[in-house]
């Protein structure tokens, strides 16, 4: 037996959670020496231009493609799959994972937040990787201490019990004739 685990996350968040990690770290380069690095500062933050926007689902879609690959060890080997839908034109992204039966559904909540922090914190890494290697180790670090969190979420229940008796296990001994 299986189940689906259905997490929902929205495009339009992922994304600002890295536009804000951008900008605030150009924000502090900015006020080590505003008129120095102004000009860094407004080059390292993520912002709406296109071609960054473009970079930023890139990312997304890359962030995704990591959280499946990360989530396959958990897939139920009889029946299981993992799948995801990102499309240009909505803000939805669902994932899908089929768990075995025996998954505790109480925590599909935090896994689902884990996840988008997760993706967020990957493409943070990526937006990092050419322009602040330093900082992208660090926002690597974060992704793994996430996924951490999100292998916690993925607990097994306690197995049912059968109905039979360990007194209907016997034993008999018949003579060889």
Same mark, same amino acid.
């Given at each position: 037996? &299986?189940?689906?685990?259905?997490?929902s996350l929205k495009k339009? *968040?992922? *994304?600002?959670?890295?536009?804000?990690? #951008?900008?605030?770290?150009?924000?502090v380069d900015k006020a080590?020496?505003?008129? +120095?690095?102004?000009?860094?500062?407004?080059?390292?933050?993520?912002?709406?231009?296109?071609?960054? @926007?473009? +970079?930023?689902?890139?990312?997304?879609? &890359?962030?995704?493609?990591?959280?499946?690959?990360?989530?396959? @060890?958990?897939?139920?080997?009889?029946?299981?799959?993992?799948?995801?839908? *990102?499309?240009?034109?909505?803000?939805? =992204? #669902? =994932?899908?994972?089929? %768990?075995?039966?025996?998954?505790?559904?109480?925590?599909?909540?935090?896994?689902? &937040?884990?996840?988008? @922090? $997760?993706? &967020?914190?990957?493409?943070?890494?990526?937006?990092?990787?050419? =322009?602040?290697?330093?900082?992208? +180790?660090? $926002?690597?670090?974060?992704?793994?201490?996430? *996924? /951490?969190?999100?292998?916690?979420?993925?607990? +097994?229940?306690?197995? #049912?019990?059968?109905s039979s008796s360990y007194?209907? %296990?016997?034993?008999? %001994? /018949?003579?060889?004739?």
């Amino acid at each position: 037996m &299986s189940k689906t685990i259905t997490l929902s996350l929205k495009k339009s *968040l992922v *994304l600002e959670a890295v536009k804000a990690d #951008t900008y605030q770290s150009g924000q502090v380069d900015k006020a080590s020496d505003p008129v +120095k690095n102004a000009a860094l500062a407004y080059n390292e933050q993520a912002g709406d231009e296109t071609y960054q @926007e473009r +970079k930023l689902v890139r990312f997304l879609r &890359s962030g995704l493609a990591r959280f499946a690959a990360a989530m396959n @060890e958990f897939v139920d080997s009889e029946n299981g799959s993992i799948s995801y839908t *990102l499309t240009d034109n909505s803000d939805a =992204i #669902t =994932i899908k994972v089929v %768990v075995s039966d025996s998954y505790n559904d109480g925590l599909a909540q935090p896994l689902s &937040s884990f996840a988008e @922090e $997760y993706v &967020s914190y990957t493409m943070d890494y990526m937006w990092w990787q050419s =322009i602040k290697p330093a900082l992208a +180790k660090d $926002y690597f670090g974060y992704a793994q201490e996430t *996924l /951490t969190q999100i292998r916690l979420c993925l607990a +097994k229940t306690a197995p #049912t019990s059968s109905s039979s008796s360990y007194t209907d %296990v016997t034993g008999t %001994v /018949t003579p060889n004739t």
